[in-house]
Nanobody, 127 residues
Framework: QVQLVESGGGLVQAGGLLRLTCVASGRAFGNYDVGWFRQAPGKEREFVAT????????TYSDSVRGRFAISRDNAKNTVYLQMSSLIPEDTALYYC????????????????????WGQGTQVTVSS
């Protein structure tokens, strides 16, 4: 069992930056793939980024690639999402998700790919 707690959200002006943090409880965190998703009001939950258990493999959605960076520190049971050049369309509730590690060829971009979820942290970008 893994419990996830997100933090770091807030209100920021367009063009600004934020760093989200996801802290996991439990052991063997290094054996988990971790993803970030977001959900805006009235919209479905969408994939943002993921980092595989191996750490060197990460993927991004087209909408955030080049602006966001995902990283992990297994010694701290923590995954980060560094967000820069924020735009109003990035406004959403951001969730951290985790699953036991899988082969790199297996998809990690769907909400159903993950077993554990945090409660979310709100990001609001003003124009």
């Amino acid at each position: 069992q893994v419990q996830l707690v997100e933090s770091g959200g807030g209100l920021v002006q367009a063009g600004g930056l934020l760093r989200l943090t996801c802290v996991a409880s439990g052991r063997a965190f290094g054996n988990y793939d971790v993803g970030w998703f977001r959900q805006a009001p009235g919209k479905e939950r969408e994939f943002v980024a993921t980092v595989r258990w191996i750490g060197s493999i990460s993927t991004y959605s087209d909408s955030v690639r080049g602006r966001f960076a995902i990283s992990r520190d297994n010694a701290k049971n923590t995954v980060y999402l560094q967000m820069s050049s924020l735009i109003p369309e990035d406004t959403a509730l951001y969730y951290c998700a985790a699953r036991a590690r899988r082969s790199s060829w297996q998809t990690a971009e769907r909400p159903d790919d993950y077993d554990y979820w945090g409660q979310g942290t709100q990001v609001t970008v003003s124009s």
